[in-house]
């Protein structure tokens, strides 16, 4: 059947919803209808001619054999596909009596075989069925699929006009079966594109995803989507294999599997592949992330468009437990920058899950050891999963994962606004377990941004196309491993980077002061609010607290007041009160013996305090102490720097040292020893977390080197912790195809300003003239 006949069929079918359902469905409801009776009239055309053979089957098993439960393969067999139906009616017999319209499609849809039922209820057909009964359109719409004036039979047949209808085959179907939820897409832009990845895409994944092996197909071979939408990318890589129109020719089996969580979209994925004559049991319905349905299974090619910028929080319990992994599908085993292997986190943040469905895809390749071909991907994201994420994060530990197994291919960049609905850049990745030699090592980039032709009417955010010239041209570019123009090869370690944090020294002054002592009345984190309590109750905190809960919890609420559980409990125990004031006393003591001197050394005046608190005996846990020291220092430029700890090594300690920073003992300053000039003696200093900064090491380069060279020109007294070092991945397509475009000469600027302000002028001029006039 040739693209006229399917648009005929499209057209008729297309006219059924404004004919029947324009006064009881909205315009946006018409595919709850039309697609799943679409469905219907296919699987009652292909049942029809073995309509008596099933009957004959029933009979049998349930009189003749006296079976209670009916045998399936039987009648399946019978049928002469997988599915079935029992009931006496087709379609076009219920038409014959429409007084029992009702009862007897009731009786017609429960004869169905269960695959189908399951089509039935994700459709939610039953509902819509009562709609159009209570609504008097049903029969309309029944006789209208069976009309004589379409055909939607695997065979020939005559029309009322006396000209042959060429038969509907099932490639032909599918195609018929994709316009339809193209054009509805389209009536409903809010939904343009939720299930639907535009033909072009598709076909340019199938080229980068076949091509490269296409003379090296095996016999028997399986694709997957895990979020298979319509199931429109696992039917145009079935077709691409196998159609000699514009196909690879392949004579291979191909069985395609798919999960799809969406259940009205699996329904139309799942009836157009038991239309197609493929296996519905291979599509499955439920997320792809909370279960692992094909765990036992291997795919040699998978392709996916799936959901970016889209949560997965719903899914989080099933793979997380706080921090820890559950699933091992988000899992990966990286080494550490002591080339200690651990296994790190795979997950991307909890707002876009797209990563995951990629992670689900690399499970599921077939490991070399057992097929030498190994498995095939090709996957659409945003610009996201190139580049969010840190070093040691989900995101990047993915990237990290991929390109250090030299499993990326290539990442070509499409145009903005292709997709139905998004206007976003979007990125075709190509991964595989078995790269070329010529390939080994590598990631190929293409820049594709500006191959599109512009599209004379939009749909949704889709204003421009991929024509077969781009296609082929990009192909090409991937085939050759180009690397010119838009499209450049990089290594492996191009995109990955060291993160080393910086340190900078603490420096404080410090003075006791009745001011700074009065802050410690109250813990540190809940100031304002205790400050509040205190000044309204006074010292009744400390003896009658409880008398004012309510009280307080109420002000907590008026001024939405938020404090985590632990924090309203301290608030409302008369112990923090006491603890706090105790605290307060103390630091009225230190400051009587200290005095309120200005102490431009905090050391030397840490050490006055625990001078005194020794003599007097008292002693206070670390974090008590800390909270008085805190309440009277600030950070000052000019005070001198916090000893941390002096070191006194050993030879050996120190060799041990050495060794472990890679360094020699002239380089030790600059990973925070600091020598003294006593033999073995090193003072480190406390690092300033606000002045804390990090830096992006290339792997190519040497990190040592790097600070020397970026760091300590401009900042003597900084620091490495190398004991912070993580290792990132991102991929920067503007840093690699940006282009400088120069500015405007500044007399060309001047010459339009003056133009404009000629124009404006003249405007000004007849808009003074006509408001004169009306005067």
């Not at 145009?236 to 690879?248: H, S, Y």
């Not at 410090?510 to 109250?522: G, S, V």
Request: hydrophobic residues 35%.
């Amino acid at each position: 059947m040739d693209h006229t006949a399917h648009n005929k069929i499209v057209s008729f079918i297309w006219s059924i919803a404004d004919d029947c359902l324009r006064d009881v469905f909205v315009r946006g409801k018409y595919r709850d209808v039309i697609l799943p009776m679409f469905v219907l009239r296919r699987l009652d055309c292909l049942l029809e001619p073995t309509k008596q053979e099933v009957r004959d089957e029933l009979l049998f098993q349930t009189e003749d054999a006296g079976l209670t439960e009916l045998d399936p393969v039987g009648l399946r067999e019978a049928s002469g596909y997988v599915f079935y139906n029992t009931s006496e009616w087709t379609l076009k017999s219920l038409l014959g009596n429409p007084s029992q319209l009702e009862a007897n499609i009731d009786a017609y849809l429960n004869g169905f075989s269960d695959n189908v039922k399951e089509i039935i209820v994700n459709f939610d057909l039953r509902t819509q069925v009562r709609k159009m009964i209570a609504s008097d359109v049903l029969f309309d719409v029944i006789e209208k699929f069976v009309s004589e004036d379409i055909n939607l039979t695997p065979y020939d047949k005559r029309g009322p006009d006396g000209r042959v209808q060429p038969a509907l085959t099932n490639l032909g179907m599918g195609y018929v079966f994709e316009e339809l939820i193209r054009k509805f897409n389209e009536e409903n832009n809010e939904e343009a594109g939720e299930h639907f990845t535009p033909r072009e895409v598709i076909k340019l994944m199938t080229h980068l995803l076949f091509d490269p092996v296409k003379d090296e197909l095996p016999p028997v071979l399986t694709v997957y989507d895990p979020a298979c939408g319509s199931g429109g990318m696992l039917t145009e890589a079935q077709n691409f294999i196998t159609d000699p129109d514009g196909g690879i020719k392949s004579t291979a089996d191909v069985y395609i599997y798919g999960k799809e969580v969406n259940p009205e979209t699996f329904a139309i994925c799942k009836s157009d592949m038991m239309i197609k004559g493929n296996n519905p049991e291979n599509i499955k319905l439920g997320s792809t992330l909370a279960t692992n349905d094909f765990s036992t299974m291997k795919f040699d090619f998978m392709l996916s468009n799936p959901p970016y910028g889209k949560s997965w929080k719903t899914d989080q319990k099933y793979i997380k437990d706080g921090k820890d992994v559950l699933d091992p599908r988000f899992q990966v085993d990286l080494a550490n920058y002591d080339g200690e292997i651990e296994t790190c986190d795979a997950t991307p943040r909890s707002s876009d899950g797209q990563l995951l469905f990629l992670m689900e895809m690399v499970d599921k390749m077939r490991k070399l050891a057992n097929n030498p071909q190994g498995s095939r991907i090709a996957s659409v994201h945003n610009g996201s999963s190139l580049f969010t994420g840190d070093a040691g994060g989900g995101e990047s530990n993915i990237r990290r994962h991929l390109i250090e197994k030299d499993m990326v291919e290539a990442i070509i960049q499409l145009p903005n606004n292709l997709f139905y609905n998004t206007g976003i850049t979007t990125y075709i990745w190509v991964v595989t377990n078995n790269k070329p030699a010529h390939r080994k090592g590598k990631v190929q980039l293409i820049n594709a941004s500006e191959m599109y032709t512009k599209r004379r009417k939009n749909l949704g955010e889709k204003n421009c196309d991929l024509s077969d010239d781009h296609i082929e041209t990009i192909t090409d570019l991937y085939m050759s491993l180009a690397d010119e123009g838009v499209s450049k090869v990089f290594d492996n370690a191009d995109f990955g980077y060291y993160k080393v944090t910086v340190e900078r020294p603490l420096r404080k002054k410090a003075q006791f002061t009745p001011e700074r002592i009065a802050t410690l009345r109250f813990t540190s984190g809940m100031q304002e609010v205790m400050g509040w309590v205190y000044d309204k109750y006074g010292d009744d905190v400390y003896a009658n607290l409880k008398d004012h809960n309510q009280a307080i919890q109420d002000y907590l609420e008026r001024e939405e007041i938020t404090l985590s559980p632990k924090n309203r409990k301290a608030l409302l125990d008369p112990k923090t009160w006491i603890a706090q004031r105790g605290l307060m006393e103390e630091a009225n003591r230190l400051m009587a013996s200290i005095g309120q001197e200005l102490f431009d050394d905090f050391n030397i005046f840490k050490s006055k305090v625990d001078s005194d608190l020794k003599a007097r005996k008292v002693k206070l846990t670390a974090a008590q102490k800390n909270q008085i020291l805190n309440a009277v220092s600030w950070r000052d430029e000019d005070a001198a720097k916090v000893i941390k700890k002096v070191h006194k090594f050993t030879s050996y300690k120190l060799d041990n040292l050495l060794a472990k920073l890679d360094a020699t003992a002239e380089e030790l300053p600059d990973h925070g020893y600091w020598p003294t000039g006593n033999t073995g003696e090193y003072i480190e200093y406390e690092a300033d977390s606000e002045m804390r900064d990090s830096e992006k090491v290339p792997l190519k380069d040497d990190i040592h080197a790097y600070f020397l060279r970026e760091v300590r020109p401009h900042v003597d007294d900084a620091w490495l912790d190398i004991s912070s070092v993580k290792i990132g991945y991102e991929i920067s397509f503007n840093r690699y195809f940006y282009q400088h475009k120069p500015l405007r000469d500044l007399n060309e600027v001047a010459q339009d300003i003056l133009e404009l302000e000629k124009e404006t002028e003249g405007l000004l001029k007849r808009l003074v003239s006509l408001t004169g006039e009306r005067a």
